[in-house]
């Protein structure tokens, strides 16, 4: 049995399994934290620069503006002014009501739009992004907040809370950032993300239907039924008409503007000016008609002036230091995720790249400095957003706009909101929310993946029938069930051969595949790890099972060789290897051979250390199983 | 360019991708469901029989006994008896230092000896483990207990606290079993469960010196800075020599018998019975010398008689339910993990299979009625089923045959253990927990896998250095940390072609393969999900770019075909998509074509779906790397 004549029958021309280098533990180790928290080799442009460079390119990655301002144009200017305002007149009104939402007075929602923006201009890497308050990350503080303290009774320390969330949410965000540890908001899934953000969507729709119908006792839960149960239960003697005739009229005014813009491109600034609009007029009418008077609620007090500082206000002792850490925390993942989506999505329409952990430093930052600045938390806000991407916005210079603009409403124009009706808001959050229910994103979802689906709808009925935090627990428990469902039954398949070739691929996927008979090929399709290793060797053996009770069946030739095909096994442990070792037992006691095919770098080193080699022997481990055929099965005289 | 012609030069002979049929939700959920619960096919051998056949199978499900039973023969039971007398032999001076650690009443320990193992011989499926108490079981539920009430100045509450925690974690573990959530206990990685079973047994062997020196005042604390701190302290004046001259006798006679017994397998009986005589001398020694006046602590007092029954004992109310469930949860999942791997390693040595699921079910239901009986947790012992291995047992026989030479005991010699000083049960102990240290295992591990290592050396500091509970906690999470670390970062590999063949394989493994110019090919090894959609993106072309660079440096020409091998990546979610869509678009900016290769049936058919078919075009998607080279890249002419 010449090795030469083995050869010759190869497909793969003589080829021998590879052996890769050894690497030490420090190799591993370093190459490991590399690719988790460097994959971007944030490092690699300052290689060989001298150190004036160097200290030059930290600046720069500390402060985009360094580098993108020097290029900075009057014509990037003009698109960054135009951009700016028109995000400024959403902003304005969006800015009130959502601090609404979030039971603070209205100033704090302005406040925010102005500190925040001016520092994510020095240091965000996206272009399009708007920051300020959003919809999803107010309603999710407020309900947090709202269960520590009641914000009608005790507004100074509902305040005082709300401002030491907001340190902590920015603390944890640069944390995460200044760590590289920005993957893990990646770990709430697209789908997940979908289905939580539809169903906060509607769950602010109907806590604004307490302005909307002008409704004064309300719950304070916000799960459907404790919702639906309050309208009806105040259907007789709370509903106001005045309020609900404002209320309609302009929530109808709204979304046609809004379906104007969807149908011709052009025209968005439409409807991006007409919540502005709807307050104006709004205002107007309540002040001359004094529909105040008759039921309608208004805003009535608001601060003039620019942030005061509200250091000396966060808690850093006493038990709602504990309480504001939590909110904080998880306020700042929700508020990230959001952020970075939004700042990806936008990336890819205009092809440039942000730095995920760079932005959470950037938004980590707006926060702290921001809780010390009367702001609670901002994050990228996708309506905004859009608006500043159709308005045609270069560089984070329109965000700066959007705070100047801020600013002077402040100072000059903010006693005019006394008389804004709180419906109006209302009807302005509706009209933003409904744009969260991503029903096109559903739709593939379901399309593409059941299991996923499965995702997106518990993360949708949790928010919606329990609260926003268990959707979100939700969310994440199924993303991470998920994950661990693959990686503990991973699949496996049966390979047949083309006829006429060397190739050997899925019989399920090519049905032209035919068996070679009393071969079984099987594919394992991912890594063997502790929590998979008996399920496949078990697998395995099932596959060995059917197999021959089919050929029992009909008669032909009972297996001889079981080729495992380990193209896909990236990796190996212990487990996996001694669950090898017991299949190799099981074989041996049959009568049957055990042949590896095509084993990775990482899989045959491995296997050579535990001396799994020797047990099984050099010639059973071959390069494909194209080789194994040749090379075991083909030669029936040497095999009885 | 007739489709003719192309297929001369594909290596595949023509074979297009194959796209397999779909699949309904329903056949979707439940083909997961099937595989995740009911890989083993349970109902398989049902399947068309007769209804009074069918019973008599469930039966058999439930009672193995019925099963084996039938076949049982005068032969078996030869070598049952010798095993079960040799075993309890070994397991009456076990269960009483177990117990003795669980600070229970040391007839506890002997109870919990009679009835599990009785129910265990009908409902089990291992025919050589041993049940009954075991160290690091005793070790947890002894530690968990003290936290909430003390042992000695309320035993009775202790005891009745004992009961409700193994009620609970029978209950724990028949419905883990039932509803086929087995696989849960394969989290825990067999590194991490090395380094926590070599850690319990320094702190086990740590807590024993309180016995062995004869230290009155000792601390409650388990991690190695107290006891050794509370050693140093005892120094001078809590030393007890007379204590300490029986224990190091016997231990110094224990380990040598374990010595030759390893040396000669056949003499195993030695180590076996030499506990029982170690006991049987000292007290003898002891009563003769009284040395119980000079500071020996002795037994003093053990009840004689059978197991009473305790179902009234165990707290379905008051504030110590839950108390009791929690600490009965986790103590139930801790002694399924042991007895399930004991279970396995004897199984594979004799090649029989146990079923995870059953196993669960009957120890289980042994912990529901041993709480009802007076027992406390008990489960499968290492030590007592490697003497019932080698003593020759054939079925579960032995562990009836233990538990009626236990019964005798009881009934009749349990007064003759009054004088037996407390320090020849520390001996045993120590001398038992040594072998949980396996060196051997952790030098393996070391020598396989790194991080595997990182995570044994985790779960060992972790117990003895903070308490039992964190070591198993960081067990559980660094096991979780290394499954999401793999999901996050999934391996990528360059493919070069090996000269004369048509075969594409990872450069680094094979130093043969030559790179095609112009051609960039990278394989993904493993599913593309949400977790590393934007990475797998971001990495392909961190792979280009330095490739880009390298060739610039070469002056070879620039890549002009990206080919992303598919083999591996056995499943890919929307996420996923969404990142092959942006490498497309990104691709398309530099005028790189891309080319996807080899997708298996799951992923082209959620392609399609997803409609990424249209987007990339048809016959950007073949079947192998070496079928995109020849058709994309070996026409020059083409591709100007």
Not at 548 to 553: I, R
Not at 602 to 621: H, N, P, Q
């Amino acid at each position: 049995m010449g090795a030469e004549g083995d050869e010759e029958y190869s497909c793969s021309h003589g080829y021998k399994v590879g052996f890769p280098p050894e690497k030490g533990l420090l190799a591993e180790i370093s190459d490991g934290v590399k690719e988790t928290f460097f994959a971007d080799e944030p490092l690699r442009e300052y290689k060989g620069q001298p150190r004036s460079k160097k200290l030059w390119l930290g600046l720069q990655h500390v402060f985009p503006v360094l580098d993108w301002g020097r290029h900075y144009t009057l014509g990037k200017l003009k698109g960054d002014l135009v951009a700016g305002i028109t995000i400024a007149s959403l902003c304005i009104p969006q800015d009130i009501a959502y601090a609404k939402m979030a039971h603070l007075p209205p100033h704090i929602g302005l406040y925010s739009s102005f500190v925040p923006p001016l520092i994510y201009a020095l240091m965000g890497t996206s272009r399009d992004l708007a920051v300020g308050p959003a919809a999803v990350v107010s309603l999710l503080i407020g309900t947090l907040l709202q269960s520590e303290i009641d914000p009608v009774k005790n507004p100074l320390e509902y305040s005082r809370l709300a401002f030491t969330a907001t340190f902590f949410a920015g603390i944890t965000q640069a944390l995460l950032g200044f760590f590289r540890l920005g993957f893990i908001v990646e770990f709430i899934s697209h789908a997940a993300l979908v289905g939580f953000m539809s169903g906060a969507a509607i769950t602010i729709a109907l806590q604004q239907l307490k302005g909307f119908l002008g409704i004064v006792h309300f719950t304070s839960s916000s799960d459907i039924i404790s919702v639906m149960k309050s309208i009806w239960e105040n259907v007789h003697h709370g509903w106001n008409w005045q309020t609900i005739l404002i209320g309609a009229s302009f929530l109808a005014f709204l979304l046609a503007t809004k379906y104007i813009a969807k149908k011709n491109k052009k025209l968005f600034w439409v409807s991006s000016i007409a919540p502005l609009i709807s307050v104006i007029v709004s205002t107007f009418f309540v002040y001359i008609t004094r529909a105040d008077k008759h039921g309608v609620v208004i805003i009535k007090d608001i601060k003039q002036g620019i942030n005061p500082p509200s250091f000396h206000l966060i808690y850093f002792s006493g038990p709602y230091l504990m309480k504001g850490f939590r909110i904080g925390v998880i306020t700042g993942m929700v508020a990230l995720t959001d952020a970075i989506a939004f700042g990806r999505v936008f990336a890819s329409m205009k092809d440039y790249q942000i730095d995920g952990n760079k932005e959470m430093v950037a938004l980590g930052t707006m926060n702290i400095v921001g809780s010390m600045t009367s702001c609670y938390v901002a994050t990228g806000s996708l309506s905004r957003s859009a608006v500043n991407y159709m308005a045609g916005c270069k560089t984070t210079v329109s965000n700066v706009v959007m705070a100047l603009v801020v600013v002077l409403t402040l100072v000059l124009i903010t006693p005019l909101f006394k008389y804004t009706p709180i419906a109006i808001l209302s009807s302005i959050i509706i009209s933003v929310v409904v744009s969260l229910i991503d029903y096109e994103s559903v739709q593939l979802i379901w399309k593409v993946d059941k299991m996923d689906f499965v995702a997106c709808l518990g993360a949708f009925l949790g928010v919606i029938f329990a609260s926003v935090e268990y959707g979100l627990l939700a969310a994440v428990a199924i993303s991470f069930a998920k994950i661990l469902l693959h990686v503990t039954r991973p699949r496996t398949a049966l390979l047949g051969n083309l006829p006429r070739t060397f190739i050997y691929m899925n019989a399920e996927q090519y049905p032209e595949a035919i068996k070679v008979p009393g071969v079984l090929i099987v594919r394992v399709d991912s890594a063997i790890y502790f929590t998979n290793s008996n399920y496949v060797k078990e697998r395995i053996l099932r596959w060995l099972r059917d197999e021959d009770e089919q050929q029992k069946e009909q008669g032909l030739p009972e297996t001889e060789l079981l080729i495992v095909e380990l193209s896909a096994v990236t990796d190996i442990d212990t487990s996996g290897i001694h669950a090898l070792e017991e299949l190799l037992k099981a074989l041996e006691k049959r009568q049957i051979q055990l042949i590896l095919a095509n084993p990775g770098p990482t899989v045959i080193r491995k296997l050579r250390s535990a001396k799994f080699m020797e047990l099984i022997g050099d010639d059973k481990i071959v390069m494909s199983a194209g080789d194994a055929v040749k090379k075991f099965a083909l030669k029936p005289a040497e095999n009885v």
